[in-house]
């Protein structure tokens, strides 16, 4: 199983933005689909962006479409999201997960490996 180490969480004001890193060990990267879910107090995990194995495809949820954008260096075996125009709302644990394969993958119940999470806080 990979290890994920996520980074680059923190406070924000509404309308900035954040990048986050997702530094990962253990697997051949350029195999694995990557993905982003964030998990608010008392919510459950929530999909927000994937991006397959050869960067050929990506997906996002609707209410972060057109503000985040989720890509990979394979070489440095890391994932990012470039999350722009933060809202209240966006405030959440944020956490990359992988997955052996290419596809695109929405549930957090198809993602085999899991980062402890970065905390995004974006204040109105």
């Known amino acids: 199983q990979a290890q994920l180490v996520e980074s680059g969480g923190g406070l924000v004001q509404a309308g900035g933005s954040l990048r986050l890193s997702c530094k990962s060990s253990?697997?051949?990267?350029?195999?694995?689909?990557m993905g982003w879910f964030r998990q608010a107090p008392g919510k459950e995990r929530e999909f927000v962006a994937t991006?397959?194995?050869?960067?050929?495809?990506?997906h996002y949820a609707d209410s972060v479409k057109g503000r985040f954008t989720i890509s990979r260096d394979n070489f440095k075996s890391t994932v990012y999201l470039q999350m722009n125009a933060l809202k209240p709302e966006d405030t959440a644990v944020y956490y990359c997960?992988?997955?052996?394969?290419?596809?695109?993958?929405?549930?957090?119940?198809?993602?085999?490996?899991w980062g402890q999470g970065t905390q995004v806080t974006g204040s109105s």
């Open positions: 991006i397959t194995w050869t960067s050929s495809r990506t």
């Open positions: 997960a992988s997955r052996a394969g290419s596809g695109v993958y929405v549930r957090p119940s198809q993602y085999d490996s």
């Open positions: 253990g697997i051949i990267f350029s195999n694995y689909d």
